[in-house]
């Protein structure tokens, strides 16, 4: 599911998206190609609110936010 579409927040449409969903790098490859397989770096995004996180409208700082609160309280042995 769409991890902004889930928190309810820019514009979400429906809370439980399960359409269109891309894996977005919160740090570009082209920025820095070590991050390409990073946990910390990845997050499942719609394809409106990956176009949102690609243009800088909703903050990097707030996505990796997101994911490190995921990983941190997500069940031991869960692989992601």
Avoid: Q, W
Avoid at 9 to 22: A, D, G, I, P, S
């Amino acid at each position: 599911m769409c991890r902004i579409c889930i928190l309810n927040l820019y514009n979400t449409v429906y809370k439980y998206n399960t359409e269109t969903l891309e894996t977005h790098h919160i740090i570009p490859i082209n920025e820095d190609d070590t991050k390409a397989f990073d946990d910390f770096n990845l997050i499942t995004l719609c394809n409106y609110h990956h176009d949102m996180a690609d243009k800088g409208d909703i903050p990097r700082e707030f996505l990796l936010k997101i994911v490190k609160e995921n990983i941190r309280t997500s069940p031991p042995g869960l692989v992601f």
